[in-house]
């Protein structure tokens, strides 16, 4: 064994130097691209086209009470049922603070907030942080806006989904 080792050492000591000379040394870390999140504008059309694909038609927004108080706006409404979907900007998040559920991680559940009287309206809490994209910026493209419309069509999607099995009001 060990001889076999003194044979084989050195060869593998001579490959490593000779690949370095070659200049197949690894790349130095890069920084990641800068991104940024899925304008609200466009991310309602996403929404709403996404609503249409799952058979239900999206109706205007509106605004619900929270149970402490709040106003929480349902960017898009569907049509004939109670539950809706919120789009939470920056803005919006830092406007309710603490009266909504912090953000979900992209392998997290989606977030409900319960509201009305009887707390029976569901609403779906998508984070605008969770939609981004780089713009091109650096080097290579790693997220792009299709991958990020493409996630929020499915979000959306499973929780019209949801709520149809669930038979949501």
């Given amino acids: 064994m ?8 050195p060869l593998v000591a001579t490959a490593a130097l000779g690949a370095v000379a070659l200049g197949c040394a ?11 999140s899925l304008d609200e504008r466009r991310a309602l059309e996403v929404i709403r086209r996404a609503v ?7 109706a205007p927004a509106r605004e619900v009470e929270m149970r402490n108080g709040k106003a929480l706006r349902v960017d898009v409404s569907v049509d004939g049922h109670e539950f809706g979907i919120a789009y939470i900007s920056d803005d919006d998040a830092d406007k ?8 979900n991680g992209p392998d997290e559940k989606l977030r409900l907030e319960r509201v009305g009287p009887d707390g029976e309206v569901r609403i779906v809490l998508l984070y ?3 939609y981004r994209y780089d713009d091109l910026a650096g080097e290579s493209h790693e997220l792009t806006t299709i991958t990020a ?3 929020l ?4 999607r499973d929780f019209i989904t949801y709520a149809k099995t669930k038979k949501f009001k």
């Fill in 26 to 36: 690894p790349e130095p870390v890069r920084a990641p691209n800068p991104t940024r």
């Fill in 153 to 156: 069509t499915r979000d959306v």
């Fill in 2 to 9: 060990a001889t076999v080792l003194r044979t084989i050492l």
């Fill in 52 to 58: 249409a694909q799952e058979g239900e038609k999206p």
């Fill in 128 to 130: 605008q942080t969770n």
């Fill in 96 to 103: 309710l603070g603490d009266a909504i559920k912090p953000p």
């Fill in 149 to 151: 419309e493409r996630t």
